[in-house]
């Protein structure tokens, strides 16, 4: 920065090998590096780039490829490091720096972007990655443009494959004023429901597509105070696929399914559709409607989830659609934080012999669950009926 006046965020450590050389044109300077390749921390990177000086502005100029990109290696960009041990590559003042996000008990990045830099120089880049490691979602083919002009940065766009479908973004930052006025609009298609959940043993075999769109726009100079002020929408679905029926059992609380399942064997049931539909005013998104229908089991929710506070408080209520005698009936509490979330039933709506009872299951037969009779099975209801509003 203080040699070009170049405002490139924080790299771990890299090695670059390339052609240098250096173009004179009145009182513009054009420095180009081409055909370098190489790697930055833990990705490999490859491409040309030039830095044209002598203008109000430095202008950085960027075509950049890479076979396999590690994601922590972008996490300078949105105030984030890359992780520390394991493996992972990054210097001392990044490792020192993952400390610190590591300890904080929120998740959303707080680090401020320096406005001063942000208007200091303009840019003009695009970056290609086949593959991308180091999340827990499968990602690849990233497409992405970033234009910075003046102090007004542009993402158009920001694309990534997931899951087997794509995630397509375009992200306006306005940093000429403080704070940052930020416009974001995501829409996601075609996302394959099995592995947006790879670590959740129950989720692997799911079947379904999943899409969704977002539209936000909000004030701060973080990635925290942007989404902590946002107003917009945001909505997901799903049409028809398949769940693991144990996975609807624990949702139902249906006691004495889950102990058939446990000791036989799981079996897929169909879903019919799954959505919710969120409002989200000054960091807070509330449902609106909020519904996972399959032919066992009908869950509808309510409730916020701030992404201010970085809360949950969701209520989740499942009908179950069989006659079995050992279902609670009692609606699930999605609550704590984004780096604690927390799913356990209503004790207050289950009723003290039912929350004794459930305390029981984990030692004594089903009958210990008796005192919790079903009296009646839910309906089927078609997506975007009554039961949603």
């Not at 794509?166 to 974001?184: K, L, V, W």
């Not at 609380?253 to 897929?268: A, I, P, S």
Request: hydrophobic share 40%; with cysteine.
């Amino acid at each position: 920065y203080p040699l070009l006046g170049l405002a490139l965020p924080p790299t771990p450590p890299y090695s670059l090998d390339g052609r240098f050389s250096r173009d004179i044109k009145g009182q513009r300077t054009v420095w180009h590096y081409d055909r370098f390749k190489g790697r930055v921390g833990d990705s490999d990177l490859a491409g040309t780039a030039s830095v044209e000086t002598g203008g109000r502005r430095p202008l950085l100029r960027g075509r950049f490829v890479s076979r396999q990109l590690d994601f922590d290696d972008l996490a300078g960009f949105i105030g984030g490091a890359p992780r520390a041990g394991g493996g992972e590559t990054t210097n001392p003042e990044l490792a020192a720096k993952a400390a610190r996000n590591a300890a904080r008990t929120r998740l959303l990045p707080d680090e401020p972007y320096k406005l001063d830099k942000l208007r200091s120089m303009d840019a003009d880049v695009t970056l290609r990655a086949a593959r991308i490691n180091g999340t827990s979602l499968p990602l690849d083919d990233m497409d992405a443009h970033l234009k910075l002009d003046d102090g007004l940065l542009r993402l158009e766009p920001l694309n990534f494959g997931v899951a087997g479908g794509d995630i397509r973004s375009t992200i306006r930052m306005d940093a000429r004023e403080s704070p940052i006025r930020t416009r974001a609009r995501i829409s996601a298609r075609g996302l394959n429901l099995g592995q947006l959940m790879p670590k959740v043993e129950l989720a692997k075999d799911a079947i379904g597509k999943v899409g969704g769109e977002i539209s936000l726009a909000g004030s701060g100079n973080s990635i925290a105070g942007m989404l902590g002020t946002s107003s917009g929408t945001a909505a997901v679905g799903m049409g028809r696929g398949q769940v693991s029926n144990l996975l609807m059992e624990y949702a139902g609380l249906d006691v004495q399914e889950v102990l058939k399942f446990l000791v036989t064997k799981d079996r897929r049931i169909p879903v019919r559709c799954a959505f919710g539909d969120f409002t989200v005013t000054n960091g807070v998104m509330g449902a609106r409607s909020l519904a996972f229908d399959t032919t066992d089991t009908i869950i509808l929710g309510e409730g916020n989830i701030s992404l201010r506070d970085e809360t949950l408080a969701l209520r989740l209520r499942p009908r179950p659609k069989d006659r079995s005698l050992f279902s609670f009936r009692s609606p699930l509490l999605v609550s704590g934080t984004f780096r604690n979330p927390s799913l356990r039933p209503d004790m207050k709506r289950v009723g003290l012999r039912a929350a004794i009872a459930l305390v029981l299951g984990n030692i004594a037969p089903p009958a210990a669950l008796l005192a919790t009779l079903e009296l009646g099975g839910g309906k089927d209801a078609n997506c975007g009926g009554r039961y949603a509003k």
